[in-house]
């Protein structure tokens, strides 16, 4: 059965940091981009980060580039994502997500999903 769990999420006040994991079972992780998503109350799913099979490519969106850190560790199926300098903007719902495709943007690409882990920003 193919698995991913996001963990890691809670509540921080502007400012701070969280770190969110994502484990994958179920199918060969190392083959597959990662992805992180989020959805905000009343708002479309944005993409925020991705990182490529091999870990070598990585993307940003603008919203969060300098802030947040992706990265992987194959040998324990689990990709990071390091939240710095959180602003209430960031409160959302953080997904993961895997894709056969060398780095995808959109979620469409995306094969498998999380259940997702709420990420909020106090002011």
């Known amino acids: 059965e193919v698995q991913l769990v996001e963990s890691g999420g809670g509540l921080v006040q502007a400012g701070g940091s969280l770190r969110l994991s994502c484990a994958a079972s179920?199918?060969?992780?190392?083959?597959?981009?990662i992805g992180w998503f989020r959805q905000a109350p009343g708002k479309e799913r944005e993409g925020v980060s991705c990182?490529?099979?091999?870990?070598?490519?990585?993307h940003y969106a603008d919203s969060v580039k300098g802030r947040f850190t992706i990265s992987r560790d194959n040998a324990k199926n689990t990709v990071y994502l390091q939240m710095n300098s959180l602003v209430p903007e960031d409160t959302a719902v953080y997904y993961c997500?895997?894709?056969?495709?060398?780095?995808?943007?959109?979620?469409?690409?995306?094969?498998?999903w999380g259940q997702g882990t709420q990420v909020t920003v106090s002011s």
């Open positions: 997500a895997a894709s056969t495709y060398y780095l995808a943007a959109r979620g469409v690409e995306y094969d498998y």
């Open positions: 179920g199918f060969t992780f190392s083959a597959y981009a």
């Open positions: 990182i490529s099979s091999s870990g070598c490519t990585i």
